[in-house]
C-alpha cells in the first residue's frame, strides 16, 4: 500500500519559518519525482514545487522563489519544504505527491500551514 504522509504544518506568524515533511512508504521512493501542492479555501490546487529523482533539478512557482527550498533524503524516503518568510498568503493545505511522468500518480492527505499576520 503506498501512503504519503505530510507533517509539519501548523501555525506561524508572517515571516516565520516552516519545515513541512512527507513520508512516503510502499513504492520504491527513489525512481519517483517529489511535488508540493497547495489549495487555500476557495482556490484551486496550485503548484508549489517539485524535485527530480535525485535532486539534479527543482523547480518553483514564481511566488514562493527565494524563499521555499524542495529537498530530499532517499535514504528516509522523505521529501521536505522549508518555508521562509511566510506569508498570510501562504496559508493552505499542503500536499505531497509522487511522479514517475508528468503526472502525479500518488498523492499525501496535506498538511494544513496557517500564516497569521
Known amino acids: 500500500q503506498v501512503q504519503l504522509v505530510e507533517s509539519g504544518g501548523g501555525l506561524v506568524q508572517a515571516g516565520g519559518s516552516l519545515r513541512l515533511a512527507c513520508a512516503a512508504s510502499?513504492?520504491?521512493?527513489?525512481?519517483?519525482?517529489m511535488r508540493w501542492f497547495r489549495q487555500a479555501p476557495g482556490k484551486e490546487r496550485e503548484f508549489v514545487a517539485a524535485i527530480s529523482w535525485s535532486s539534479i533539478g527543482t523547480t518553483y512557482v514564481d511566488s514562493v522563489k527565494g524563499r521555499f527550498t524542495i529537498s530530499r533524503d532517499n535514504a528516509k524516503n522523505t521529501v521536505y519544504l522549508r518555508m521562509n518568510n511566510l506569508k498570510p498568503e501562504d496559508t493552505a493545505v499542503y500536499y505531497c505527491a509522487a511522479a514517475s511522468g508528468t503526472g502525479s500518480d500518488y498523492w499525501g492527505q496535506g498538511t494544513q500551514v496557517t500564516v497569521s499576520s
Open positions: 510502499g513504492l520504491t521512493f527513489n525512481r519517483y519525482s
